[in-house]
């Protein structure tokens, strides 16, 4: 069985990720754990909400509830890249050049990478940013839809509609596809290219976690007893295909996801703590960690892909070294 590095903190982790390989740990209340020859912090936001893992810049993005946004380094090294004076920073997104976005109300702010700082004001609360995977193009998440900002020019937006409130927003790695979590129990998505709705139902809770796997032919997802996995090899992505159901553990829920980075695997948490990888050609399943104290908030894989970093809502967090 792969082993456990384990480390007990008191809070909800937010976010899990690897910073120049060494393993940090954001919390709610703004402190940032690392493993580097020990256990150490750092402090960023007074009341952390969101984290987003900028993998080209090797650093760690957040917003919180004092209205600013952090960049976190592996070194420790804290710099302040944003404020929104009294509104809550609730999304965070990093995106090309070094560019950085987040939402704060009914606004979505980009910052690029001299500084300068881009907002676009929304009818309604922005509730989730994220950036195309390709050139500078930006998505919000917002009540009955979703919105397509192009930040380095003054173009109109697109919009994309549909009834309901939309919490989260993640592109295709291809730009393909847009998918938006829901505040009922749903992923709804849509072709770009034409604008064709995906709607994604059938699920017991809410999804709060969802993954890519390499090359973006699959969608890992929370919010029901097993990962619900769909697939996108087809140029109409899900519709009209059933997805896989991988780890299914009883009534058990699955509450976060991390597909690995090269191969058709996907590594799925529990609300009980446990951690299990599962195999999209065969659902085979290995058992990567035993059940513990919480609900699993965080999975995110190590470059190298031999190391799995986790945290959970109650602080029980760690690493898991598969090649052991």
Known sequence: MPTVAPLDIDGHCIAAVFLNDVPHFAFADGAVHRLDNGHKTVQANDGLLAAAYDEANGRLITGGEDGKVFSVKP?????ELAAAGRKWISS??????????????KSAFVRFKDGKIKEFQHPRTVEGVAFAPRGMRIAVARYNGATLHFPATDGKPAELEWAGAHTGVTFSPDGHFLVTTMQENALHGWKLADGKHMRMSGYPAKVKSLSWSARGKWLASSGAPAAIVWPFQAKDGPMGKAPLELGTRGNTMVTAVACHPSEEVVAIGYEDGMVIAARFHDAKEVMLRRPGKGAITALTWDKAERRLAFGSATGDCGIIDITA
């Open 75 to 79: 070194e420790g090294v804290v710099e």
């Open 92 to 105: 965070v997104a990093a995106g090309p050049q070094e560019a950085v976005a987040c939402g704060a109300g």
